[in-house]
């Protein structure tokens, strides 16, 4: 599989952001450079006869999700055309390699390893910056929204922020931060990790590292050996610890929803008890309390009420693709609401149609398979990716996550795993059938009628 290596290099790309860490690797252009040699291992397995081009699932929702925020973008802001198509084609672009690239399962676990290591590997960092000690940080640029300040540290140690304004060698000229310094250049943000690049939010650090634990569950199905179970053990307390630092309500929703659609789904009642002896530590130990977490709660309330008013200035075509903040100052926080006010209801409907094919091949396997010891890769691997993309469905419920590299990241892993079933098995199919049109249409309605309930909430 020559495609495969310039995938793996993309995704390590994504999740590590070398360039933002390294100033060697500043300029070189990484992306397109892993990009190219994925496409050019990919033209060469289909030319040398290694594989055979796939449909997946989502791509022809995934085309037309594409499609749609590019002419709504050029419809309504022309002048941010150019960076707004080379944005959504990269998304795009990166769901169509992960999905279409393997052939096989050994491809696939590839793909799902590095996945899994890239997400135990941000959690690692996080945690050793969660217990590294407090340093001034000079600032130097703003990071719009909610994704804090980003500075660098001057060496002096600090408990409170005025320490760094009037402490000895202070610049007057300069602000400063007060916050926990970590490895690579991290820091803190109020206190709470995070990592760089598209991870810089420590909500959506949470998410990222919580839906990959169930990986690790299903390499020890597949090998039941003492190392296996040491890896488990191993993200379980790393990812576990990681999002208690990052004080995530939402990830701590994410993470007991992974651990309960798991459990549950695969040892049903004594499933269920074993998730909740594991997931309570965090729900009682994570996330942020008093005035500070109500201050949030009002915040996202007032934007699920701004984005329903946006979705009512443009009923038909939404507000175009990135246009949210033209008319808000902050973005969206709800996946789902974002996707409504940008894209309209066909581009939601189309955005959702993959969020609805993502669950079902998954649940699809499970049904098919369900016996027989020679199925027993396909439902691991099955269960291991449903649990993490349940868990991606809530936590994106309070993220803008319409577009994110990670969401599309699991949208490829997922058509990844039905390449891989059909390798083995080509009567395999899932499609969006006449039935799930409706419910897909009832479940976009029920979603905006809860968030215009919770919208009410203030």
């Not at 397995?45 to 709504?72: E, N």
């Not at 060698?169 to 598209?198: H, M, Q």
């Not at 395999?428 to 419910?439: A, G, H, I, M, P």
Request: glycine content about 10%.
């Amino acid at each position: 599989m020559l495609a495969l290596p310039g995938v793996i290099l993309l995704i390590i790309f994504i999740y590590g952001r070398p360039q933002e860490w390294d100033e060697r690797f500043e300029n070189l252009p990484f992306l397109y450079l892993w990009l190219g040699l994925a496409f050019m291992g990919m033209g060469l397995d289909l030319a040398l006869g290694k594989t055979r081009l796939r449909t997946t699932p989502q791509l022809r929702w995934a085309i037309v999700t594409y499609l749609w925020c590019v002419l709504t973008l050029g419809f309504r802001n022309p002048g941010e055309f150019s960076e707004g198509f080379v944005s959504i084609s990269v998304t795009f672009v990166l769901f169509f390699l992960i999905a279409h690239s393997p052939e096989g399962f050994k491809s696939f676990q590839k793909l799902a390893v590095t996945v899994l290591a890239m997400g135990v590997f941000v959690a690692a960092v996080a945690v050793h910056q969660g217990f590294s000690s407090w340093q001034c940080l000079a600032m130097t640029q703003l990071i719009g929204g909610s994704r804090g300040e980003a500075g660098i540290p001057d060496g002096r140690s600090c408990e409170l922020r005025v320490d760094c304004r009037e402490g000895p060698g202070a610049d007057p000229d300069v602000e400063y931060l007060c916050e926990r310094v970590g490895l690579f250049k991290t820091s803190t943000i109020n206190g709470r990790v995070r990592w760089r690049g598209v991870l810089q939010d420590p909500n959506e650090l949470a998410l990222t590292s919580g839906i990959v634990l169930p990986f690790s569950f299903a390499l020890y199905e597949q090998k039941r050996s003492f190392t296996r179970a040491l890896l488990v053990l191993a993200s379980l307390l790393v990812i576990a610890t990681a999002i208690i630092l990052t004080q995530s309500r939402g990830g701590q929703l994410v993470f007991a929803t992974v651990l309960g659609v798991y459990f549950v789904k695969k040892y049903g009642i004594r499933g269920a008890i074993f998730g909740a002896v594991f997931a309570a530590p965090l729900m009682l130990l994570g996330g942020r309390g008093g005035g500070e977490a109500e201050e949030s709660a009002n915040e996202r309330t007032e934007i699920l009420a701004e984005g329903l008013i946006i979705y009512r200035m443009f009923p038909l075509m939404g507000a175009g693709y990135r246009q949210f903040t033209e008319h808000h100052w902050l973005t969206a926080h709800n996946a789902y609401l974002l996707a409504l006010a940008e894209l309209g209801p066909l581009g939601m409907f189309a955005w959702s149609a993959m969020i609805y094919l993502t669950l079902k091949i998954s649940l699809v396997a499970l049904k098919r398979y369900e016996h027989g010891a020679h199925f027993a890769m396909i439902r691991a691997w099955s269960m291991a990716v449903m649990a993490g993309f349940c868990g991606m469905m809530v936590g994106i419920f309070f993220l803008s996550f319409t577009y994110h590299y990670v969401l599309w990241i699991y949208f490829g892993l997922a058509g990844a795993l039905y390449c891989a079933i059909k390798s083995v098995d080509p009567h395999f199919s899932v499609n969006l059938e006449k039935r799930d049109v409706y419910r897909l249409i009832l479940a976009d309605i029920g979603l905006i009628g809860v968030i215009f309930l919770l919208s009410k909430r203030g």
